[in-house]
């Protein structure tokens, strides 16, 4: 259905890439921490099960390290053909492995904007996305962002004093990051590999403005194991309120 309103998005015009080439070296697995299971499925399908189930979404484009692309084409070929996943071998930076996924779209005129989606957060919301796929319709960069939740001291663990930082205005970011191609694409070109924590950084690097769109905390990022046991419980609560 076309919608008369120009800050949604056409239906199909964004491309979701999402890295999954880290080593995940903190959840102190032996494989891909992507591989570890919520719910009976692995992590990355659940980050790429939300992106899809959005009508605005209309290629899926996974980012994997050539160490494990082999298990992807075995072990989740079945998965991987219930989404419609493009798989693209990464690189050894996360910067590395968005800009392969930029590589793999090119050519293609019918994405608009690109949105890039940590494998690791399994549980973002589809009104988060809709709210970051509008806005960043209409200004060209958006971002998912919570507000800083606690105190914020600035310090050297064990040993000196600590100081506390003013939290007012202070985020975290989240993922999506949703941009215009031309401007990702603008950024990437731009980036010389310099260091940069995420990709709204090499837009705003540019002169940019990248707007932030207040989501759910429940779309945290999986990096400890223990995170796992809040992550279910968060998935409970979803179906719950779902149900």
């Given at each position: 259905?076309?919608?008369?309103?120009?800050?949604?998005?056409?239906?199909?015009?964004?491309?979701?890439?999402?890295?999954?080439?880290?080593?995940?070296?903190?959840?102190?697995?032996?494989?891909?921490?992507?591989?570890?299971?919520?719910?009976?499925?692995?992590?990355?399908?659940?980050?790429?099960?939300?992106?899809?189930?959005?009508?605005?979404?209309?290629?899926?484009?996974?980012?994997?390290?050539?160490?494990?692309?082999?298990?992807?084409?075995?072990?989740?070929?079945?998965?991987?053909?219930?989404?419609?996943?493009?798989?693209?071998?990464?690189?050894?930076?996360?910067?590395?492995?968005?800009?392969?996924?930029?590589?793999?779209?090119?050519?293609?005129?019918?994405?608009?904007?690109?949105?890039?989606?940590?494998?690791?957060?399994?549980?973002?919301?589809?009104?988060?996305?809709?709210?970051?796929?509008?806005?960043?319709?209409?200004?060209?960069?958006?971002?998912?962002?919570?507000?800083?939740?606690?105190?914020?001291?600035?310090?050297?663990?064990?040993?000196?004093?600590?100081?506390?930082?003013?939290?007012?205005?202070?985020?975290?970011?989240?993922?999506?990051?949703?941009?215009?191609?031309?401007?990702?694409?603008?950024?990437?070109?731009?980036?010389?590999?310099?260091?940069?924590?995420?990709?709204?950084?090499?837009?705003?690097?540019?002169?940019?403005?990248?707007?932030?769109?207040?989501?759910?905390?429940?779309?945290?990022?999986?990096?400890?194991?223990?995170?796992?046991?809040v992550a279910e419980a968060i998935l409970a609560t979803q179906i719950q309120?779902?149900?």
């Amino acid at each position: 259905m076309q919608h008369s309103d120009s800050s949604i998005p056409r239906s199909g015009s964004i491309a979701a890439i999402l890295p999954a080439a880290g080593s995940g070296q903190r959840f102190g697995a032996d494989s891909n921490k992507l591989f570890a299971e919520l719910s009976g499925k692995p992590l990355w399908f659940h980050a790429v099960s939300r992106l899809a189930a959005s009508d605005a979404v209309g290629r899926l484009v996974l980012v994997v390290s050539e160490v494990d692309e082999s298990v992807f084409h075995t072990r989740y070929a079945t998965l991987i053909d219930q989404l419609g996943i493009e798989l693209v071998r990464g690189g050894s930076e996360r910067t590395d492995s968005v800009q392969a996924g930029l590589e793999h779209l090119a050519g293609d005129s019918e994405v608009e904007m690109v949105a890039i989606h940590d494998a690791a957060r399994p549980l973002v919301l589809p009104e988060d996305l809709e709210s970051v796929f509008s806005v960043a319709s209409r200004t060209g960069a958006a971002i998912l962002a919570t507000p800083m939740p606690g105190t914020v001291k600035r310090g050297q663990l064990n040993e000196g004093g600590s100081q506390t930082v003013d939290r007012q205005g202070l985020w975290l970011a989240l993922t999506p990051q949703v941009f215009h191609l031309g401007l990702l694409k603008q950024a990437y070109h731009k980036h010389n590999g310099r260091p940069a924590t995420d990709d709204a950084q090499l837009v705003e690097r540019m002169g940019h403005n990248v707007t932030l769109v207040q989501g759910s905390a429940d779309n945290l990022k999986i990096t400890y194991p223990e995170d796992l046991k809040v992550a279910e419980a968060i998935l409970a609560t979803q179906i719950q309120r779902a149900g």
